[in-house]
Nanobody, 123 residues
Framework: QLQLVESGGGLVQAGGSLRLSCATS????????MGWFRQAPGKEREFVGA????????YDADSVKGRFTISRDNAKNTVNLQMNSLKPEDTAVYYC????????????????WGQGTQVTVSS
């Protein structure tokens, strides 16, 4: 199973930026599509976006609307989430996840989850 560890969360003012990273180990990273999810207090976990091994990314248009960008480095076994123009409603625990394809990830068909990292956006 692929092990995932997120980092980069924190407190930021509205309009600011944060870059989350997810370091992986244990299996061949380039075999997996990687995704980001988030869960706000009292809400269900929601899909943010995913990226396949070749670097093709897909996003949940409603929640990120071009503000977030996912990238991956297959040589370093990492996946990143660049978040710009942050809003208070982006406040959540952000989770990294691994699946067989972008479609699998989008359907919450996940093989491995990270432990999550808190992102708080103040108004």
């Amino acid at each position: 199973q692929l092990q995932l560890v997120e980092s980069g969360g924190g407190l930021v003012q509205a309009g600011g930026s944060l870059r989350l990273s997810c370091a992986t180990s244990g299996r061949t990273f380039s075999n997996y599509a990687m995704g980001w999810f988030r869960q706000a207090p009292g809400k269900e976990r929601e899909f943010v976006g995913a990226i396949n091994p070749l670097g093709r990314a897909t996003y949940d248009a409603d929640s990120v609307k071009g503000r977030f960008t996912i990238s991956r480095d297959n040589a370093k076994n990492t996946v990143n989430l660049q978040m710009n123009s942050l809003k208070p409603e982006d406040t959540a625990v952000y989770y990294c996840a691994a699946g067989q394809s972008n479609d699998h990830v989008r359907r919450y068909d996940i093989e491995s989850w990270g432990q999550g990292t808190q992102v708080t956006v103040s108004s």
